[in-house]
C-alpha cells in the first residue's frame, strides 16, 4: 500500500516537471557555450544536520542522521530531487546494554524545486547556478520506524507521509560543501489515537490528514 502510494507522488511530480522540462530551441549563442547545468547535470549529497532522522528518544537522547541525496537538472531552474534518510542512537546511557550504534529510523524525500531569480542574482553578483539560490519547492516524504522485535532481530514499520510546499536557499560551501536551510509545511497521515469513553478502548485513525510543518538545516559534501 505505502509502495502505491509513493509511486503515485512519483507520478504527480514528474507530471509537474513535465511542462518544465519542455524542451525550448536556444539561440545559436547558448548552443555555442554550454551551460553549467549541462556540464553537471547531476549533484550526489552526504549529509547531516537538523533534518529528518534528528529525534529525540529519551534516555537514548538524540538521533544521528545521515542522508543520501541526488539532485538533477530537468531544464534551466528547475531541478528533481531524492533523498534518503536515516536516524542512528548512539550509545543508550547505562540503562542499555545493546549495541553502541543502532538504526531507529529511516525514509525517504522525493521532490521538485524551482530555483527563482536566477538572472538576476547573476547581474547583481550574488551565488547562482543549476544548484544554488533561493527556491520554492514541493515535496513527499515518507517514514518508518525500526524495532527490535526480538534478541538479535528487528523489523520496519511504516509510520506516516508527508505532502508539503517549502521555501529554501542552498549555497556552496568550498569545493565539496553545501548547506541547504528550508522551512514550509504541509498535510500528514500519521497515526492518532481517540479515547472511546463508552467502549473504554483507544480507535487509531490516520484521516483526516493534519497539517505538519517542515523545517530543516543539512550540510553535506558534494561531488
Known sequence: MTQAIFLGRLVVLLALAAPAAAQVAPP???RTAPS???TRPLLLKLGTGLTRGFTWVGYGGW???VVLGAEGVLRPGWNLYVN???GFIVGGGRFYDG???RLHELGGELGLRRYYNQEKRRLKGRA???FTGNYLGLQSTSH???FRSRPGGGQVGYDYSTLTAVWGLQRRLGGHGLVDAYVG???ANQRRGRYEPTTGQVTFYRFPLHFMPEFGLKLSLVR
Open 28 to 30: 545559436d549563442s547558448a
Open 128 to 130: 547562482h547556478g543549476p
Open 185 to 187: 509545511g504541509g498535510v
Open 63 to 65: 538521533t544521528v542522521p
Open 144 to 146: 518508518w520506524y525500526y
Open 84 to 86: 534518503g534518510f536515516s
Open 99 to 101: 549495541p553502541a550504534v
Open 36 to 38: 553549467a547545468a549541462a
